[in-house]
């Protein structure tokens, strides 16, 4: 876990170094939900929701793997760094009834292209209507909710190459098919280690390389290396970001 201390020390560093790009933008590859049900989480992400059954208790939502721990969750992602995480489809009128059916409640954006939906274990998953889209379902974008939005929008910045803008009202950063809002919070929020969105995977080229970029900003980051075929080698590494997302690094395949 980072400490105060240096998630202090980093943001005091950030904003010496500025928000200067360090290496190429990374890439979401997936996020993992703590689930009691793994059952209920496979229905919910491939029968409610059109994502693909993966045989490794996972589900293709097309841009994002979603992942199941079978770990029963402390609490919901409403709460923690990640309120909720969200996706376009190509039109909602498909999911107010199948959503009800499913007894998951959810409510309706004043916009009236948006619905939440809270899903199994407290996982919060928003649906935007696009109808140019041609797939059924693609991911769209991790919603932080933080005490310090513009500081959080520098740090992934600099760490993994979001570029700063502006999502509706929110502080943002895109990545190659993803975007992550950074919504101010009300007060305090709690870090997503156990919640019901507990992780987020994402490649990047270095590995080693963004370590030292997270060190240089004061934060434990931890690295290994797993086997990846037969004579080779793939680095990873695991982090908490200052505001207490859990974060995991993959070296991107040659």
Not at 22 to 31: D, E, F, G, N, S
Not at 221 to 244: H, I, K, L, T, Y
Request: net charge neutral; charged share 20%.
């Amino acid at each position: 876990m980072t400490s105060l201390r240096g998630a202090t020390l980093g943001l005091l560093l950030l904003a010496m170094l500025g928000i200067a790009q360090t290496a190429p933008p990374a890439k979401l590859k997936a996020i993992t939900i703590n689930t009691a049900d793994e059952a209920a989480q496979m229905r919910f992400w491939t029968k409610l929701l059109p994502c693909l059954a993966d045989e490794k208790a996972s589900a293709d939502c097309t841009g994002a793997i979603i992942r199941f721990t079978a770990k029963a969750p402390t609490g919901p992602s409403v709460g923690s760094a990640i309120d909720h995480i969200g996706f376009f489809v190509p039109s909602l009128e498909p999911y107010y009834a199948k959503v009800s059916e499913a007894g998951y409640k959810y409510r309706r954006i004043p916009t009236g292209n948006q619905i939440i939906i809270e899903g199994p274990d407290g996982a919060s998953v928003e649906l935007t209507s696009d109808p140019a889209r041609t797939e059924p379902i693609r991911f769209h974008h991790i919603h932080f909710h933080t005490p310090q939005p513009k500081e959080m929008q520098a740090w992934y910045a600099k760490v993994l190459g979001a570029v700063p803008g502006k999502r509706a009202q929110w502080e943002a950063g895109d990545l190659p098919g993803a975007n992550l809002t950074y919504a101010p919070s009300n007060g305090p929020v709690e870090p997503t280690r156990g919640r019901a969105i507990g992780r987020v995977q994402f490649e990047v080229e270095n590995v080693h390389r963004v370590g030292d970029v997270l060190r240089s900003l004061g934060i434990d980051c931890r690295e290994f290396q797993a086997m990846s075929g037969a004579n080779s080698f793939r680095a990873w590494s695991d982090f908490v970001d200052p505001w207490g997302t859990s974060v995991t690094l993959i070296q991107a395949s040659k």
